[in-house]
């Protein structure tokens, strides 16, 4: 038997930690009861500088259960450095992770399967939704397209996975090795290799609360994403501006054909229809190539990903 340890991110999660907590426990005593994990498997809850009671909430159902365990970030640091956190704290406690959300959109229900397949040799096993009836036509529509543009510009992330997942410990030892600080962890546990495999489940709307990711969140979070995973963007660059000036080439031996056959004309239009695009393009392609120099900025501060402020672990490792 193995050690399991459930990490959950919570940022602002008040109205849905009670049926979370709930849940997760009784998930945890049934693998327990039926052998399939050790009595110390345990449940941690990161807060990541959330505003409203579920620092409280966490630190109450710690003290009330000794299967609940929190990390307390010192301020609001992001989901994928939250469940970052997570993972990395209780890393040397444990011989498998699954990370999932608070608001129960993933289906508890999916850890027996994950788990199985723990045993069965995989260190790596993805949540995949199967459906998403559960989203609106737009996100569906957005997210599906994204999954199919990453593919495209040669980042090996599954498709329809988000960070619901089995971890194994080695799995984790081999996440911890990548150092950069720009991290995109859908994109990056393909990278780390070992036996993986996947598990379908059907994602269920948000119990209660509001989403996290607002559509700006979830931009920039889309394209931190193709950022940090692909520099596809900028060959494609390259190649747009190969091809105008093709084009530019053909312009000007056409127009050099009609000055000498003397059929010039005043060609207002084409002119500012072209310094516009060029102009449009420039703009656009210094834009994309600043957005990586930010990022090698970032990257060479090398600053920390998270912070952890509080660790209320088992009693004799900790306070
Ligand atoms: N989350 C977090 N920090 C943030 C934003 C979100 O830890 O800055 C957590 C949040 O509490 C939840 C998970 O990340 O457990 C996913 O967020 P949410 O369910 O709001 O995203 P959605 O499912 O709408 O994409
Ligand atoms: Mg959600």
Known sequence: METLYIVVPCYNEQEVLPETSKRLLEKLCALIDGKKITP?????????GSKDRTWQ???ELH??????QGVCLSRNMGH????????????????????????????INAIDAMVEKYYAGCDVVYGVRDNRDSDTWFKKFTAEGYYKVMKHLGAD?????????LMSRRALDGLRSFPEVNIFLRGIVPMIGYPS???FYKRSERFAGESKYPLKKM???AWEGITSLSTKPIRMISMVGGGIFLVSIIMLIYSLVRYFTGETEIGWTSTIVSIWAIGG?????????GEYIGKVYLETKNRPKYIVQTYLGDDEENN
Do not use: P, W, Y
């Not at 110390?40 to 990541?48: A, G, P, Q, T």
């Not at 992330?157 to 997942?165: G, L, P």
């Open 63 to 68: 003290q009330q259960e000794r299967f609940f």
């Open 157 to 165: 992330i599954v498709f329809n996975h988000a960070d619901f997942r």
């Open 281 to 289: 393009l420039q703009l656009l392609a210094i834009g994309i190539i």
């Open 40 to 48: 110390e498997s345990r449940i941690v809850f990161v807060n990541d």
């Open 197 to 199: 495999d996947k598990v």
């Open 57 to 59: 909430m966490i630190e």
């Open 80 to 107: 994928q450095n939250a469940l970052l956190a997570g993972l990395m704290t209780v890393k040397d406690h444990c011989d498998m992770t699954i990370s999932m959300d608070a608001d129960l959109q993933d289906d």
């Open 219 to 221: 931009l920039s979070f």
